[in-house]
């Protein structure tokens, strides 16, 4: 009986996949997987960047895995604002590949937090979906407690207004390596005001790991 059930369950994916077969998010072929594999060859890796304290930056690197432009970029703005999270397998084994290339062992992952008003229109975070496949990724450790206004098209003072005391960091990060994990970094104020939260708790070092991201 259980083995009718097995046989009938997978006819019926047959079925289905035969019927609406998988398809690229990016270009939308038909692909095995998504992004297919002519789409991920077509994104640019980025070199990590490591950041010397005298520069006064709360982050110690900034290891965004491709340039934030064409196919990387494509996948960011789909995963986010058309819901292909067919995307999100691909984009979080990119990132964990990339934390362990640049991270401590012991470090904590956390996700860049969303707002909760944010949060309850989009349904996830990204920045969660890109850690999912890191083990000891705490995404209570960083809160934003003010919604903020989107940082794209702000001027350079008006970002840093915009995001001025906009998280909270748990005590529980004293004394640890955190990397902070997102989609994408653009300008690096959301990553640096983060880590400021996280530093300010007493986190040892903060860097972040990011999908894509500008080239600096
Ligand atoms: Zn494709």
């Not at 340039?67 to 984009?91: E, I, N, P, W």
């Not at 995001?163 to 994408?184: K, M, N, Q, Y």
Request: hydrophobic share 40%; glycine share 6%.
């Amino acid at each position: 009986m259980r083995r009718a059930a097995s046989l009938w369950t997978s006819f019926c994916r047959e079925g289905l996949s035969w019927i609406y077969p998988s398809k690229c998010a990016l270009c939308g072929l038909i692909a095995e997987g998504s992004p297919c594999d002519v789409c991920a060859s077509q994104m640019e890796l980025a070199t990590p960047q490591f950041i010397s304290e005298s520069t006064e930056s709360p982050l110690a690197f900034r290891a965004c895995v491709f340039a934030y432009q064409g196919r990387a970029a494509q996948s960011v703005r789909k995963l986010k604002y058309s819901r292909s999270t067919s995307l999100s397998h691909f984009m979080a084994a990119q990132v964990a590949i990339r934390v362990r290339q640049v991270a401590e062992e012991n470090c904590l992952i956390v996700p860049v937090p969303l707002h909760r008003s944010r949060l309850a229109v989009r349904g996830f975070n990204q920045a969660e979906l890109c850690s999912a496949q890191l083990s000891g990724f705490d995404s209570s450790a960083l809160r934003r407690i003010r919604a903020t206004r989107p940082q794209a098209g702000l001027t350079l003072r008006e970002r840093e207004r915009n995001l001025e005391g906009a998280f909270w960091s748990s005590p529980s990060v004293a004394g640890r390596p955190i990397v902070l994990t997102d989609d994408v970094v653009t300008s690096g104020h959301t990553a640096r005001e983060c880590a400021r939260a996280l530093r300010e708790a007493g986190a040892v070092s903060v860097g972040i790991v990011a999908f894509c991201g500008n080239l600096v």
